[in-house]
């Protein structure tokens, strides 16, 4: 009895630094580890260099192989597939060792890697219900949940343990940072901010908390008080593909009062990833930025071959919906039907066999603007609104945020007024106009309707409500 209470009373003494038990006892690792999960959450350095160094001294360290193979679950790209199976089969060895919270992440990798992404969330969430200050199982739930497009989710993860963490607790500014982000996406703008400047107040070099600040203005059409913003704070974001994500945020609320000029200066400063080796999050907004900039009739010269370039290799990942519509933007733009067309078939070949979490994101978004972007593309806009039309109010199971997923809305807009649709047109633009009524943009919408439906008084006061926004 004696043996069994002194081994209970060594294995409760390692914790990390919020009280959340370690089953490997030794001070060392944990402090690693805390330094790896920091920087996944500070986008700075390199996490996984970070805890391979720890891994390479401390080989048994479960915990340590577990942040590697959640961490790279968010990645959602084909290239580190195999050492996300590789780090978990690593963890797998040592599960004998492990304690119940390590089980649990263990579990829930183990449900992602095999196409389960709701399984896995409900067993980190698991693990946050027992032990609420798991900093790295609230990261993983709740950039899963972008991923996924559970806006709730997002919000609700931080909310059940929002009374047992405060400033005392290392990370307090992490958990604000998700919170905001929440509660933005559910359309709560003021608590948003206010929690977000919270974060920055604790920590000001804190980019997710600048990216919920950067929401809330995008939401709420705050276009030059978003470009002040987050210039002033540009110098914090780091060099991370984040900082890059947060350029992109910069971007849109230049091309919403139509100042052209500073938005392809962001593109070919930040986002163009010629001179750099690139991932797919860098090309996600690259490409986003890119396809914005055609609807509304500005030219994108040569920027769409290099990124079809980077794109074409991964045509056929069919690993996550939201790759691959960003992938279809560049192939349609760049005239590459070869690649349109291997696209299309891998997904059509992937939504007969597979059964992953991914399938019905594929199925009910995926594929619809796939083929409408083509159709866009191709001039058939009627055939694009008829695609996009139905499944408008879906797109959140697609993944990303709303500002991400309105490209889909824009889309639908634009295909609505070149297939001279007008009343349609018009019903969506007043929807655009009625949620940012600060948007040039939406209110060149509205007056192209008006013009197309032979209203020349109702376009001209919308053309002049357009012209006072961008000389504002």
């Not at 942040?67 to 040592?94: C, H, N, P």
């Not at 276009?223 to 002033?232: A, D, H, I, L, N």
């Not at 500073?262 to 986002?271: A, E, G, P, R, S």
Request: proline share 2%.
């Amino acid at each position: 009895m004696m043996a069994a209470s002194n081994t209970a009373t060594k294995q409760k003494s390692f914790t990390d630094c919020r009280g959340v038990p370690v089953s490997y006892p030794d001070t060392k690792a944990i402090e690693g580890l805390e330094r790896a999960i920091i920087m996944s959450l500070s986008f700075r350095g390199d996490a996984i260099a970070e805890i391979n160094k720890v891994l390479n001294e401390h080989p048994d360290f479960i915990m340590g192989w577990l942040f590697k193979a959640g961490w790279l679950t968010q990645s959602m790209e084909t290239r580190i597939y195999d050492l996300m199976v590789k780090s978990l089969g690593e963890a797998e060895k040592r599960l004998k060792t492990a304690n119940d919270r390590e089980i649990g992440h263990y579990e829930a990798v183990r449900a992602w890697v095999n196409g389960d992404f709701f399984g896995a969330v409900q067993k980190w969430e698991a693990v946050l219900v027992k032990y609420p200050r798991d900093l790295l199982a609230m990261e993983l739930v709740h950039y899963a949940d972008v991923l996924l497009g559970d806006i709730a989710g997002q919000r609700d993860v931080v909310a059940r343990s929002s009374t047992l963490w405060d400033e005392s607790v290392p990370g307090y500014e992490f958990v604000l940072g998700f919170y905001a982000f929440g509660l933005e996406e559910n359309r709560d703008f003021s608590h948003a901010e206010q929690l977000a400047r919270q974060a920055l107040a604790i920590r000001p070099d804190h980019p997710y908390a600048v990216h919920a600040v950067a929401h809330v203005m995008e939401m709420r059409g705050r276009q030059t008080g978003g470009v002040r913003f987050m210039k002033e704070r540009a110098n914090k974001w780091g060099t991370s593909n984040f900082a890059n994500h947060l350029w992109w945020h910069t971007a849109l609320y230049h091309l919403d009062i139509e100042q052209y000029d500073k938005v392809y200066n962001i593109f070919d400063t930040h986002l163009d990833s010629r001179q750099k080796d690139g991932n797919k999050y860098e090309e996600l907004d690259a490409s986003a930025l890119l396809w914005r900039i055609n609807l509304v009739g500005q030219d994108s010269g040569d920027r769409w071959k290099h990124l079809a370039d980077k794109w074409e290799p991964a045509a056929q990942d069919t690993l996550y919906a939201f790759n691959d519509v960003h992938a279809m933007l560049t192939f349609v733009s760049d005239d590459r039907v070869d690649a349109q067309n291997e696209l299309l078939s891998a997904n059509e070949r992937y939504l007969e066999s597979a059964s992953d979490a991914n399938v019905a994101m594929s199925r009910e978004i995926g594929m619809p603007f796939c083929l409408a972007m083509r159709d866009f593309k191709n001039e058939h806009y009627g055939d694009c609104v008829d695609r996009l039309l139905p499944v408008r109010y879906m797109t959140h199971r697609l993944g990303g945020s709303f500002a991400q997923r309105d490209i889909i809305g824009w889309t639908l807009l634009e295909a609505a007024l070149r297939a001279r649709r007008f009343d349609l047109a018009l019903a969506l633009a007043n929807e655009r106009t009625a949620l940012k009524p600060t948007s040039a943009q939406n209110w060149r919408a509205v007056a192209r309707a008006f013009k197309g439906l032979g209203d020349s008084s109702n376009a001209d006061r919308a053309t002049a409500k357009a012209q006072s926004l961008i000389h504002a």
